[in-house]
């Protein structure tokens, strides 16, 4: 961003790089310093199943609170933590922390953590997810970490054998942002995973384009055809929920229903939308 002053462009330009590559120099610093159990804070987002319109469980998006800077969002620190390797530890303890809230939720919701291509490729995350689910005592079932395609960009045969080796211990594997990722398709025939989730680029313009319908319902047929549940994540209106309803997409997530929300709102959540034939169903019924 070059603004144009008496200093003369360039001048401006510079001053800003070096303003901004000393930010993240502090907050870099802050986040190597910084304790997951007093700065970090795990959010929940209902995700909802479609037919029903029950609470098919929540995922958990990690919130930094530093005391002085304030709310940092995740698009700033999580890969500044990916660089530093601060993510092997938020990583662990997000897990932990997201299995011990889950073990306290009624019936069989689940919990759904987004895991980093670094914890997948530092080795540890096996036993991090094992730790997490016996300190807690959540059974695997009820845990679904979230990885995206970047995971799979290098489809080596230890990839695949370390998702299997995660599927064994019974924990369900979603792939996040589908369609936005480079890596090819065919990692879909080397690997069940339990769900696609549709990037939200898609969802937020099926509305009113035909292309992102197209190539939303030509998603949720693949899934179908390979037996993979599918998510649309950030379903904003009803016209988009409409249009998902009508291409029978598994599960929704979005603003319209509920931002991730702290712990402390979590049990209201669950009451509106745990209830039979509640709040939910209505508003689908209403709008259908
Ligand atoms: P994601 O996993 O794809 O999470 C969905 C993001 O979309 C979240 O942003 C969520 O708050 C936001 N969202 C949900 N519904 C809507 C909607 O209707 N409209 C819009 N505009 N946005 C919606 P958030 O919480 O800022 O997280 C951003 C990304 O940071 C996540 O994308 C994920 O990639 C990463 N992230 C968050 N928490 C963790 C974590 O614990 N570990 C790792 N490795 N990554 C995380
Ligand atoms: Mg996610
Ligand atoms: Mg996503
Ligand atoms: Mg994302």
């Known amino acids: 961003r070059v603004k144009h002053?008496?200093?003369?462009?360039?001048?401006?330009?510079?001053?800003?790089?070096?303003?901004?590559?000393?930010?993240?120099?502090?907050?870099?610093?802050?986040?190597?310093?910084?304790?997951?159990?007093?700065?970090?804070?795990l959010h929940y987002q209902p995700i909802l199943?479609?037919?029903?319109?029950?609470?098919?469980?929540?995922?958990?998006l990690m919130r930094w609170n530093h005391p002085r800077i304030g709310r940092v969002s995740p698009a700033d620190f999580i890969p500044l933590a990916e660089e530093t390797g601060k993510i092997l530890e938020l990583g662990a303890w997000a897990l932990r922390a997201a299995c011990m809230e889950?073990?306290?939720?009624?019936?069989?919701?689940?919990?759904?953590?987004?895991?980093?291509?670094?914890?997948?490729?530092?080795?540890?995350?096996?036993?991090?997810?094992?730790?997490?689910?016996s300190d807690s005592n959540l059974p695997p079932h009820r845990l679904e970490i979230e990885i995206t395609e970047s995971i799979l960009l290098e489809q080596t045969d230890a990839t695949i054998s370390m998702l299997e080796n995660i599927r064994a211990l019974g924990i369900r594997v979603a792939l996040d942002d589908f369609g936005t990722g480079f890596a090819s398709m065919s990692y879909l025939r080397h690997f069940p995973f339990s769900r696609l989730k549709i990037d939200r680029s898609f969802i937020q313009?099926?509305?009113?384009?035909?292309?992102?319908?197209?190539?939303?319902?030509?998603?949720?047929?693949?899934?179908?055809?390979?037996?993979?549940?599918?998510?649309?994540?950030?379903?904003?209106t009803d016209a988009?929920?409409?249009?998902?309803?009508?291409?029978?997409?598994?599960?929704?997530?979005g603003y319209l229903f509920s931002p991730p929300v702290n712990q402390a709102a979590l049990s209201q959540i669950i009451s509106t939308y745990l209830q039979p034939v509640q709040c939910d169903q209505a508003r689908l019924e209403q709008v259908a």
Not at 105 to 132: I, K
Not at 213 to 219: E, G, P, Q, T
Not at 240 to 253: M, Y
Request: hydrophobic share 45%.
């Open 5 to 41: 002053d008496t200093k003369g462009g360039f001048l401006h330009f510079k001053e800003e790089m070096d303003a901004s590559v000393k930010a993240k120099r502090t907050l870099e610093a802050e986040l190597r310093n910084a304790q997951p159990d007093e700065q970090f804070e």
């Open 49 to 60: 199943a479609v037919k029903s319109g029950y609470l098919r469980g929540f995922e958990a």
């Open 102 to 133: 889950a073990a306290s939720w009624p019936g069989d919701l689940v919990v759904a953590v987004n895991v980093s291509a670094v914890q997948f490729r530092n080795g540890g995350l096996e036993a991090a997810l094992t730790q997490a689910l």
């Open 205 to 236: 313009e099926i509305a009113e384009s035909q292309q992102a319908l197209a190539i939303v319902r030509a998603i949720i047929n693949l899934g179908n055809s390979l037996g993979i549940d599918t998510t649309a994540e950030g379903v904003e």
């Open 240 to 253: 988009q929920l409409i249009a998902l309803q009508a291409e029978e997409c598994g599960e929704l997530q």
